[in-house]
């Protein structure tokens, strides 16, 4: 009788994680991809975190935004990457309710972060184009902790609120959640509630998110263009330029992948496990490569870390 009510209590609160709709000889591929993607993100964002956190000429607000970068980056794809590399070799594919909820509650809060981060670096990069005379004043050390703090706290909120939200839905009988990590959507598409008050909501703190990132992010670069074409030399243009490159790359990767994800109608959700794919894995993989291969005092500072290492060994 026991037995019988631990089942029926497990079948209450598990849930079952569908991922990529396959034939089964793929999923080893599939499998080796996810593998070899996680190991490059493993190894690019510690790496970037090492290189930062030994070298002195990196002690800099642009290096330390992008040191917690690395970290958002390394959290938030090992909160997906495991579960769906193991789940290839799992017949039941299932996951917990208290682990469906861990998994949306630290995905939601580190992506979140990072989107704010992003923004935090933007307005870095302005004022080192804009007013390089008062840098060191404006971005002081207590200004650039507040500012990742305040990134931190912001997907906090954001991370509770749609949670919580989420998971006081009322589940049907199916609990196949149609997606390789528990996300918000295909959660909503389980729900017998009705969801007109709850996609307000969503809506409305997507905004709230999203709007203001764009915003500084976007009138940043509207400035910084506008004073780097006023710089006279053809150098120093250049050399402005490569400083925002790499951060360019970074959000349009991000954004891109986000957006295209919440206009892909829900009739379609492979394409939305597609664009969760490159947002999830494939951009904490790039952000690293990106940072190091278009960023000279990185490749410098990995260059010296190497040399350091091989003089040890």
């Known amino acids: 009788m026991g037995d019988r009510e631990t089942s029926n209590h497990s079948e209450m609160t598990d849930f079952i994680l569908i991922g990529f709709r396959v034939r089964h000889e793929l999923h080893l591929l599939l499998f080796l991809i996810f593998l070899l993607v996680y190991v490059m993100i493993l190894l690019g964002n510690v790496g970037m975190m090492a290189v930062i956190m030994t070298d002195p000429r990196l002690n800099t607000p642009m ?29 039941s594919k299932s996951i917990s309710f208290a682990g469906c909820v861990a998994q949306l509650f630290l995905f939601a809060l580190f992506i979140v972060t990072e989107g704010f981060l992003l923004a935090a670096m933007a307005y870095d990069r ?35 609120l749609q949670t919580s939200m989420t998971f006081t839905l009322s589940f049907c009988a199916s609990r196949a ?27 409305t703190l997507s905004i709230i998110i999203i709007l203001p990132t764009i915003i500084i992010i976007v009138v940043s670069y509207m400035y910084i263009v506008s ?3 006023n710089i006279r030399s053809t150098e120093g243009r250049k050399k402005a330029f490569s400083t925002c490159s790499s951060h360019l790359g970074v959000v349009s990767v991000l954004y ?23 947002y999830s894995l494939v951009t904490p993989m790039l952000n690293p490569l990106i ?4 960023n000279k005092d990185v490749k410098e500072a990995l260059k010296k870390l190497l040399e350091k290492k091989n003089a040890i060994l």
């Open 63 to 91: 290096y330390f935004f992008l040191g917690n970068l690395s970290f958002v980056d390394l959290f938030y794809s090992s909160v997906i990457a495991p579960k769906a590399m193991s789940n290839f070799w799992s017949e």
């Open 126 to 160: 302005f004022i080192a184009i804009c007013n390089p005379l008062l840098y060191s004043v404006q971005m002081s050390a207590r200004l650039c902790t507040q500012l990742v703090a305040g990134s931190y706290f912001c997907g906090c909120v954001s991370s509770v």
């Open 227 to 229: 004073t780097v074409l």
């Open 256 to 278: 891109g992948a986000v957006f295209f994800m919440y206009l892909t109608p829900d009739r379609f959700p492979e394409l939305s496990k597609v664009a969760s794919l490159c």
């Open 291 to 294: 940072y190091s291969l278009r």
């Open 177 to 203: 959640i149609d997606h390789f990590y528990c996300d918000v959507r295909p959660l909503q598409r389980l729900s017998c509630s009705d969801l007109f008050v709850h996609r307000i909501v969503s809506f």
